[in-house]
């Protein structure tokens, strides 16, 4: 086990995005954290999940949390963790009506569950910026909470706390908040210290080696990724660390890569608690798979919250074509101008179409290097429709390629015609923190 400084409140990072790897946590829980946070949300999330609610009133959460749940039940029954996730996603509530449900058969009865709500702005619609769509427009509206609900939760000694839409690093720092006696009114660098902390570890194996862009080759035991973990101290220092046991590396290239990840202005990182300096952050690598976070500064948060809402916004689908050589990628190309030549004969209107060619340029576009024949091509091409029927009409006109095209045929690199997806335009603002605030609330009930 990794050694802890005294004082030190231990946390975990233990998902990273709805859809990672629960496995992970049984290394995490080798190293006895005192918190394990579930981070799984992202715009792209809430819009899967409104898409679950839109089929069931009664979805809308991540409906992979009972598989982390069953992993972290035996830390959890026994007290020797406490779990914070924002898995309720933008149906909190929802995901509480499962837990009781499945309680008896889960093993969760004397769990005491706190959920925090408030997020959702949908009721609320005077608080929304003024150029967002009607309020029956919105799948969903919900604004980035900060710590205050979570660590009320705590307090009230939930020993597991749902949230929505709260800010990614808030679900680390609230524990930091509760155990340390930090006030939220009070030091910014404390708070900006322990977001710091929360920016690190809530990319689950980011902070491990994973996206790693140096010698990425060279992380060690790349199939049993080690999840990271952080003691803090009251004075907002902190050793970032992985379970002993697990595959991964931590050092000064992996956290510093971590800590400029989905940051704007380095100097002004805002969060809803406290504004970061990541210019102030030093870090100092010990070995051993263990970097000290220091000297982190900041300055107090703004008045305001970020919301992000969506609507509906059409249909898409896309399709993937193989090529060999001779003449791989002519024959993509060719393959994509008739496409779209015969899309427009029978009528279709697009309101989006694009052509990817992998192996030329899918990734760097314009910017690809100049090469020789590639000796295969993956063509995809994806569109986009104001209907599901004309969207599902376009393969239609494609498919039929196969035979009337260049030769020697396409080879589907999918299966089966594709299905229309619908769509949602995102809609982001700020709205007034201490309005948001005021609807926020805190259930607690033992299961």
């Given at each position: 086990m990794q050694p802890r400084p005294e004082g030190a409140v231990r946390i975990a990072g233990g998902q990273g995005f709805y859809g990672d790897a629960p496995a992970a946590l049984a290394d995490l829980l080798t190293e006895?954290?005192?918190?394990?946070?579930?981070?799984?949300?992202?715009?792209?999330?809430?819009?899967?999940?409104?898409?679950?609610r839109r089929r069931d009133e009664t979805l809308g959460y991540t409906r992979d949390l009972p598989l982390y749940l069953m992993e972290l039940l035996p830390?959890?029954?026994?007290?020797?963790?406490?779990?914070?996730?924002?898995?309720?996603?933008?149906n909190p509530p929802a995901a509480l009506a499962l837990l009781r449900e499945a309680a008896p058969a889960m093993g969760l009865g004397g769990v005491t569950v706190a959920v925090v709500t408030g997020d959702d702005l949908r009721a609320r619609p005077e608080?929304?910026?003024?150029?967002?769509?009607?309020?029956?427009?919105?799948?969903f509206a919900n604004a980035y909470l900060g710590v205050a609900g979570i660590v009320d939760a705590l307090e009230r000694g939930a020993d597991l706390v749902i949230t929505g839409r709260v800010a990614d690093a808030a679900?680390?720092?609230?524990?930091?908040v509760h155990e340390h006696g930090w006030a939220l009114d009070g030091d910014p660098d404390l708070l900006a210290a322990g977001t710091v902390v929360g920016h690190v570890l809530e990319c689950s194996g980011q902070a491990t080696g994973g996206n790693h862009g140096g010698r990425w080759w060279d992380v060690p035991e790349p199939w049993r990724f080690g999840f990271p973990l952080a003691d803090v101290t009251a004075d907002g220092e902190a050793i970032v660390t992985k379970p002993e046991v697990a595959g991964g590396r931590v050092d000064?290239?992996?956290?510093?890569?971590?800590?400029?990840?989905?940051?704007?202005?380095p100097t002004a990182y805002l969060t809803p608690d406290v504004v970061v300096d990541m210019t102030s952050v030093r870090l100092e690598d010990l070995g051993g798979d263990r970097v000290r976070i220091h000297g982190v500064t900041g300055s107090p948060a703004t008045g305001t919250y970020k919301v992000v809402a969506a609507t509906a916004d059409g249909y898409a689908a896309d399709l993937s074509l193989a090529f060999g050589w001779p003449d791989a990628g002519a024959k993509a190309r060719a393959t994509a101008d008739l496409a779209?030549?015969?899309i427009d004969v029978a009528g279709i209107t697009l309101d989006d179409w694009h052509v990817e060619l992998f192996g030329v340029n899918a990734l760097h576009g314009p910017a690809a290097l100049p090469a020789g024949e590639p000796p295969e091509v993956v063509l995809r091409l994806a569109w986009k429709t104001a209907d599901s029927d004309s969207c599902a009409a376009v393969a239609r006109h494609v498919i039929p390629l196969a035979l009337?095209?260049?030769?020697?045929?396409m080879t589907p690199a999918g299966r089966g015609r594709p299905r229309p997806s619908g769509l949602l335009a995102l809609h982001t603002g700020?709205?007034?923190?201490?309005a948001v605030d005021a609807g926020v609330r805190v259930h607690v009930e033992t299961l």
């Open positions: 006895e954290p005192d918190y394990v946070c579930l981070e799984a949300l992202a715009e792209l999330t809430l819009a899967i999940l409104a898409k679950d830390a959890l029954l026994e007290g020797r963790a406490r779990v914070i996730t924002n898995a309720g996603g933008i608080l929304l910026p003024p150029e967002f769509p009607p309020p029956e427009q919105l799948e679900l680390f720092l609230a524990p930091l000064f290239d992996t956290v510093r890569q971590q800590l400029l990840y989905e940051v704007g202005d779209r030549r015969r009337s095209g260049p030769p020697p045929g700020l709205v007034d923190r201490a």
